[in-house]
């Protein structure tokens, strides 16, 4: 496809993994092994005090999970910003993430709001194809659904009593329900750790959008949205190094 590698610069240059977490990865795997360990809070609850114990446990984990993660990942990846990029929020993490983007894509000729443009139809050209393979599992996915309720309305019609078939029919419509729901929690966690390539896309247009409209605004105006992250990446050479990866796609 076209954009292949400035969709790939997007997703690993400028994650969040390669700006902020990358340099914590110790912590990130105390962390996990830690939430793992605390899995047991919940189960000796329930092993304890039954289902009332279970839901007490599951709350003490949630309660746990948060405390950890911010005392363990969001003030480390603090530290990090500061230390590394001078960066006190991660409000401004975006702005530098946009200003990387923006430097990268000029290095390739994409300097102007016209040439953004048509490297944004590029890449919504290249998204089509990606929703047209969606709509298709989609459907697929749907096909399943239905033939779980064909086989579930004939076991009904050709075992069940007159008076059973309404609650029964009324079990299976929920039980499709409840698996057409699965079905996609279980498609929206596949797709977010292993199809990341359609929302790094998405992600990119409305980026490029954005860097358009500042262009436009530059142009108009005095005001200059990018001044301070230029500064910031003039004077960091991890920030250098991944702009100068020469960029020719």
């Given at each position: ?8 610069f997007y997703r ?151 008076n059973n078939r ?70 960091n050479d991890i ?11």
């Amino acid at each position: 496809m076209a954009g292949e590698k400035l969709i790939r610069f997007y997703r690993t240059k400028l994650s969040n993994y390669n700006l902020i977490y990358g340099f914590m990865t110790q912590r990130i795997w105390v962390f996990g092994l830690l939430m793992v360990l605390l899995i047991a809070l919940p189960t000796a609850f329930s092993l304890a005090f039954g289902v009332n114990g279970l839901w007490l446990g599951i709350i003490g984990y949630v309660v746990l999970f948060l405390f950890f993660y911010y005392i363990l990942i969001v003030r480390k990846a603090r530290k990090v910003l500061w230390i590394r990029y001078r960066i006190r929020d991660f409000k401004k993490l975006q702005a530098l993430k946009l200003c990387l983007l923006r430097n990268y894509l000029a290095q390739s000729g994409f300097a102007s709001s016209m040439e953004l443009e048509t490297l944004q139809k590029i890449l919504e050209e290249d998204r089509t194809l990606l929703a047209k393979y969606f709509t298709i599992k989609n459907m697929a996915t749907l096909l399943v659904i239905l033939i779980f309720a064909s086989l579930g309305a004939v076991f009904i019609l050709e075992t069940s009593p007159d008076n059973n078939r309404v609650f029964l029919a009324s079990i299976l419509a929920l039980f499709v329900i409840f698996l057409a729901v699965a079905f996609r929690i279980v498609s929206y966690i596949i797709l977010h750790f292993f199809d990341s390539k359609k929302q790094a896309t998405r992600n990119l247009i409305r980026d490029i959008k954005e860097l358009s409209a500042s262009y436009i605004m530059e142009q108009n105006t005095e005001y200059q949205p990018y001044r301070e992250m230029e500064l910031v990446i003039s004077n960091n050479d991890i920030l250098k190094e991944i702009i100068n990866g020469k960029a020719i796609f």
